[in-house]
């Protein structure tokens, strides 16, 4: 069975159809122009160079053009990269499509959101439930087929919902544990602690941010939409504060992008979740490809570390 990009190590060929993610033009030190290319499939991304482009192979080789590739992985200062011997982009006669190289969450649509108004139905306070019912409902497409990001975490179709459920998971087990937490905020703040992402993210192709969220950011977006879905349902009280509240300091700090700090036991969870399965789809994704008893390459978002697989170690489940 063919493995995707992924799978492939260091001094392995490469000989298969990827997506140019993404593609930006730079200039060596020669002063000739060429491109840092990051090329994908359903599996995953590496990156690589092509160097000495002309004008033609700059309009050429775009973001979301598909192209056959031949090459070797190689190592860069520690991080896959895709050195490339040849390469062409595909025609209709290569009969490949661009859905067939964007990565996916490993449930599907329906049972995410399924899920998801599953713990909606659990929440018991009428003004929580109608407003997190109302926000999900107006943006149910975006919500199951956004990224959570542009990188590092959750960065593939549907990874918004699929962090959402696995968060759910998370809470409920928590609110088990600790009969103390509200169920109703910690489960309504973990579905709407990103939505803002759906506005502020272009999609699950190419994902880039919008102007809006370059300027406003899905923490400023989500807080407007709790506010705006409160007076359009006519609610009011200290429910809706809470839930802003939530929404605010989810990233638990100033420097972290959070325009508060959690003040509320919820919040503070909340912001707790929200770290423990970023932090846990990062390592999984860079130890996917690494052999036990090896490192993996440096994970920026993870303080720049490199992760060891322990040669016991139990394989994840494969995205």
Same mark, same amino acid.
């Given at each position: ?27 060596a ?21 092509l160097?000495?482009? %002309?004008p +033609?192979?700059?309009?050429?080789? @775009? #973001?979301k053009? *598909?192209?056959? &590739? /031949?090459?070797?992985? !190689? ?14 982009p ?12 964007v990565?996916?969450?490993?449930? %599907?649509? +329906?049972?995410?959101?399924?899920? @998801? #108004?599953?713990? *909606?139905?659990? &929440? /018991?306070?009428?003004? !929580?439930?109608?407003v997190?019912?109302?926000?999900v ?36 087990s928590?609110?088990q544990?600790?009969?103390?937490l509200?169920?109703?905020?910690l ?13 502020e ?42 839930l ?11 420097e ?10 919820e ?53």
């Amino acid at each position: 069975m063919d493995k995707g990009i992924k799978h492939h190590q260091v001094g392995e060929a490469v000989d298969r159809y990827l997506l140019i993610k993404t593609a930006t033009k730079q200039i060596a030190s020669n002063s000739k122009a060429f491109l840092t290319l990051i090329l994908g499939d359903h599996t995953g991304e590496i990156e690589a160079k092509l160097w000495g482009v %002309s004008p +033609e192979d700059e309009t050429t080789f @775009v #973001n979301k053009t *598909i192209v056959h &590739i /031949q090459g070797d992985v !190689i190592d860069y200062r520690g991080r896959l990269q895709l050195k490339i011997a040849s390469i062409r982009p595909t025609s209709p006669m290569d009969g490949v499509k661009i859905n067939d190289f964007v990565r996916s969450a490993p449930l %599907s649509a +329906e049972e995410m959101l399924d899920e @998801v #108004n599953q713990y *909606i139905f659990e &929440i /018991q306070n009428p003004s !929580i439930q109608r407003v997190t019912r109302f926000l999900v409902k107006k943006h149910q497409q975006a919500f199951i087929e956004s990224p959570a990001a542009t990188k590092n975490h959750h960065e593939f179709m549907g990874g918004l919902a699929y962090h959402v459920v696995s968060m759910l998971r998370i809470a409920k087990s928590l609110t088990q544990l600790y009969p103390s937490l509200d169920p109703d905020l910690l489960y309504a703040g973990v579905i709407l602690h990103d939505l803002g992402k759906v506005r502020e993210l272009s999609g699950a192709i190419d994902t880039t941010y919008t102007l809006e969220g370059k300027l406003l950011g899905h923490i400023s977006i989500g807080a407007n939409e709790i506010a705006e879905a409160a007076k359009e349902l006519g609610i009011d009280g200290e429910e809706l504060l809470i839930l802003q509240h939530l929404m605010l300091s989810h990233h638990g700090k100033g420097e972290w992008g959070s325009p508060k700090a959690p003040v509320i036991r919820e919040a503070e969870v909340l912001h707790l979740i929200d770290n423990v399965d970023a932090k846990i789809n990062m390592m999984d994704r860079v130890l996917e490809r690494v052999e036990p008893g090896e490192f993996s390459e440096r994970v920026m978002a993870l303080e720049n570390r490199s992760f060891y697989k322990p040669t016991f170690h139990k394989k994840p489940l494969d995205l």
